[in-house]
């Protein structure tokens, strides 16, 4: 094996394409470290905002980019006794957030912390997960692709509320959080309503299982065609994308005790007004932020994963190279991309 690699970092100033390679030492391992070879790595709407500087979060410049990533343990600590060489892996997107509740902060990998686009990364092996990586199984950019979408998607549903067999839930969007909660929600017995201003993408969710779909351009007041959908009774869930633009109708739509997770801030428009607050009061719903998930509800994702027969929709794999990953991320900028867009470095 080479004592060097490509490493990519992001001068932040510069955009996506301050995005460059460098040539790096592979680090050496600690007694409780292992070295793990990167097959494939997934992009979050995250990483376009840090690229772009609309991160709400602090991002350290030149750092490297990407937090989700499934590789291959080459090289094992003295001392590591929960993993081996040939081991397929995946780490949390915040390595310091194990258990428990959500802690203030942000060190998780791709912002302040060194993250995944490289050729090897070295890590504790204690935050690290092991998976089935093989044939007839997920395989390693299907595993990439659920790390913080997947997480964050199971958060919503399982950390709070939880989510039961017959509930409703309604997704905004298409992209990754949305696929993973709609993978999630139907595996979970939920029924399942997609909304998106495309109705191609909306052909394709409902080729996923999507149970009903509503595209926000012909549905302006969505909400009502959601009431609609439920016969006025409203849902039990809502993966709440928008942001301001959309709060006040996914408030307008939630059903008595209902869950609005609030996961992003996708969505132009709207105005601050305390009159948002008065549905939450009248119908008792809980409004949750929602940034990510722990170690700890990443291992349950997986272990769900491994005894479901479902498909993680990657909707398409650019190369490791400079040219492949500026596309990769002005792919997901533009938003042509539903699900997943993951770079692969066996796709060379």
């Not at 996506?16 to 460098?22: A, E, F, L, Q, T």
């Not at 309604?170 to 909304?195: D, E, M, N």
């Not at 549905?279 to 932020?289: E, N, Q, Y």
Request: net charge neutral; aromatic share 8%.
């Amino acid at each position: 094996m080479s004592t060097t690699q490509t490493v990519y970092r992001l001068t932040i100033k510069d955009g996506i394409d301050g995005i460059h390679p460098y040539q790096e030492p592979i680090p050496s391992i600690s007694p409780y470290e292992v070295l793990v070879k990167v097959h494939a790595v997934s992009l979050n709407y995250r990483d376009i905002a840090i690229a772009t500087s609309k991160y709400l979060l602090p991002a350290r410049n030149e750092v490297v980019p990407t937090s989700d990533m499934c590789g291959e343990v080459v090289e094992v600590g003295s001392l590591v006794t929960n993993l081996a060489v040939g081991d397929a892996v995946i780490p949390p997107v915040t390595p310091d957030y194990l258990y428990g509740d959500f802690r203030e902060g942000d060190d998780a990998f791709g912002s302040v912390k060194d993250g995944m686009l490289r050729e090897y990364v070295v890590l504790p092996a204690h935050i690290l997960i092991k998976v089935r990586v093989g044939k007839g199984r997920l395989g390693y950019a299907e595993w990439a692709s659920i790390v913080c979408t997947g997480a964050t998607a199971w958060n919503s549903f399982y950390g709070g509320k939880k989510l039961a067999p017959g509930d409703t839930v309604f997704i905004q969007g298409t992209g990754g959080v949305s696929i993973a909660s709609l993978v999630i929600a139907k595996a979970a017995g939920a029924t399942t309503i997609i909304s998106s201003s495309s109705d191609e993408k909306l052909k394709y969710v409902k080729s996923l299982g999507a149970d009903h779909v509503v595209n926000y351009k012909t549905h302006p007041h969505w909400a009502a065609e959601v009431h609609r959908i439920t016969n006025g009774r409203g849902v039990d869930h809502i993966i709440e994308n928008g942001g301001l633009g959309t709060i006040e109708q996914s408030l307008e739509c939630i059903a008595g005790s209902g869950i609005i997770s609030v996961i992003g801030f996708l969505a132009e428009g709207g105005e601050k007004q305390p009159a948002v607050l008065i549905p939450t009061l009248i119908k008792a719903a809980t409004v949750r932020g929602v940034r990510g998930g722990s170690k700890h509800q990443l291992e349950e994702l997986v272990k769900f994963l491994g005894n479901k027969d479902v498909d993680v929709a990657v909707n398409k794999v650019f190369s490791f190279s400079k040219e492949g990953i500026v596309d990769a991320y002005k792919f997901v900028e533009a938003g042509k991309h539903i699900g997943k867009v993951v770079i692969s470095l066996d796709k060379q």
